[in-house]
């Protein structure tokens, strides 16, 4: 279960000693030199002597209450940065309540007088695969077709269905332009069937087909092949006197329109108020674009806006898209343990966290995307249904930085680039115990560490300190190698009046 790898070159050679049993660390005797490699790990000796790096020796914590970690690795040294959302305070904390929201229907009527309202880009007597016809120019292909009903035909019934076969990833139906259902892929399985009862007239009956992607394959075999969109068949069925009746219209004459009209109309970019509502907004409701001002918030931090309570969508900032987003479809609620352990063969269902919650509900706004003399406008394309009302603004700084090495290496503590570090809460030279926010101190420990860091740290954006008994102090500890704990505060030292406003 240990193996020892040498690569050699120009006469040099950089060695890789390995620990494949997944719960039981090993000592490793080296060409006469002892390494303890931890269960499941690799480390790495670029000269074949001195270990710089261990997989098993990167601590990582994790923070729950919705907050980010953040990992930088050199060395041996890890940091957990825990970051923390301000409130924007730009308006003064009036958000949400004081979002002020207009907004305006998506229409799915495709068909007007028995013309197709816009441009048709093709028309095939087949169902096309959707990536072909939209050319990654949206996310969203129009299938319309036309059947035509004699009063006699065996398929008008009371229990007439429309069935559709799709490769995803959502689809929504209209028959004689009403919307007769919606559904969408779960879990990555994008290959569903779609059925929804249907009331037919006598004559013509329009039907249209939306169907929509939540992005495209970037990675696998012949992942450029792999079908999009509806593949049929596309079904009209009904059941008389115990006989299936069922009418194929897969070769149908099919018209295709790409994108939205508030795409191609370019809502997201709109700057007047023509055509939008300012009273009556309604939530919970498909097919609406929404669209409020808000100020940029103070500093430089990151910013990111809060879509908690909306659906499935598309959002955009002055007019550049921030992408696509969806806290309506939640995680299992089961999978998720309170402990975790990555040793081993990889399994997806190991060390899951965020169950029965949003996979994501927080979503970066470029601060280049933000104008500082004037307000900034907020759109959303809501398509399945949500409520604007929750959505705020806010920055990530910050709060606290933790930092793990190992003797022999440097320990680098970073804050933000406005921040500094503030305090020094924790610092243990010896055999430290705990993690990010819970270190203790061990059974022996240096007495002068914590003065060492606090005079070459505190005041400081960032620090390195070689992790050694000469700068640190003896520690007294008699095991092969000494770890160095340190756990700091960041505080932001610019002031509002120098900052982009």
């Known amino acids: 279960m240990t193996t020892a790898t040498i690569y050699s070159y120009a006469g040099k050679s950089i060695c890789f000693l390995g620990n494949a049993h997944p719960t039981n660390d090993t000592t490793i005797n080296f060409q006469n030199v002892e390494y303890n490699i931890p269960a499941w790990s690799v480390s790495v000796l670029p000269d074949c002597h001195s270990e710089v790096y261990n997989t098993a020796k990167v601590r990582m914590t994790l923070i729950i209450d919705c907050r980010v970690i953040k990992i930088r690795v050199k060395n041996v040294n890890a940091q957990t940065s825990i970051l923390v959302k301000k409130q924007n305070e730009a308006d003064n904390g009036a958000e949400p309540n004081l979002l002020n929201w207009e907004w305006m229907y998506e229409p799915f009527k495709q068909i ?17 695969d959707q990536k072909v016809v939209t050319n990654d120019t949206s996310d969203y292909l129009w299938y319309i077709t036309s059947v ?41 399985k994008y290959q569903f069937d779609f059925e929804a009862n249907v009331s037919l007239n006598h004559g013509k009956n329009d039907i249209t087909l939306l169907s929509g992607t939540f ?11 792999v079908q999009v969109g509806i593949s049929g068949p596309v079904l009209l069925t009904a059941s008389k006197e115990n006989t299936d009746i069922i009418k194929n219209i897969s070769n149908n004459s099919w018209s295709y329109k790409v994108g939205l009209h508030g795409e191609i109309a370019k809502h997201y970019k709109q700057a007047s108020g023509k055509g939008w509502y300012t009273n009556g907004l309604p939530t919970e409701t498909e097919f609406v674009w929404y669209k409020t001002l808000f100020q940029s918030p103070i500093g430089n931090d990151p910013v990111v806006v809060d879509l908690k309570g ?40 190991k060390c899951v966290t965020g169950c029965g919650e949003p996979s994501q509900r927080w979503y970066h706004i ?136």
């Open 112 to 128: 007007k007088d028995g013309k197709i309202i816009g441009n048709v880009s093709i028309t095939a007597s087949q169902l096309l």
């Open 366 to 501: 470029p601060r280049s995307f933000l104008t500082y003399d004037g307000p900034n406008t907020l759109v959303l394309f809501e398509e399945l249904g949500g409520n604007p009302y929750n959505v705020t603004f806010a920055t990530i700084t910050i709060e606290k930085a933790c930092a793990n090495a190992y003797e022999g290496n440097m320990l680098e503590l970073a804050c933000n680039e406005n921040q500094v570090i503030s305090e020094v809460k924790f610092a243990s030279f010896g055999l430290p115990v705990g993690n990010c926010g819970s270190f203790t101190k061990g059974e022996c420990d240096s007495s002068d560490v914590l003065s060492v860091i606090k005079s070459q740290c505190v005041g400081q954006q960032s620090c390195s300190i070689e992790v050694s008994e000469r700068v640190l102090g003896p520690s007294g500890c008699k095991v092969p190698q000494l770890r160095l704990a340190v756990d700091a505060l960041c505080g932001t030292t610019v002031t509002t009046e120098i900052m982009k406003h």
């Open 148 to 188: 035509d009903v004699q009063k006699d035909d065996p398929i008008l019934s009371n229990n007439t269905k429309l069935r559709v076969k799709t490769n995803g990833h959502l689809l929504h139906a209209f028959v004689n332009g009403k919307p007769v259902g919606s559904q969408y892929a779960e879990y990555g």
């Open 310 to 349: 909306l659906g499935k969508g598309q959002a955009w900032v002055n007019g550049n898209s921030i992408g696509r987003y969806w806290p309506k479809y939640l995680a299992r609620e089961d999978g998720c343990n309170s402990t975790c352990d990555y040793r081993g063969a990889y399994d997806p269902k």
């Open 215 to 225: 992005g495209l394959a970037n990675y696998g075999p012949h992942f450029d092949n």
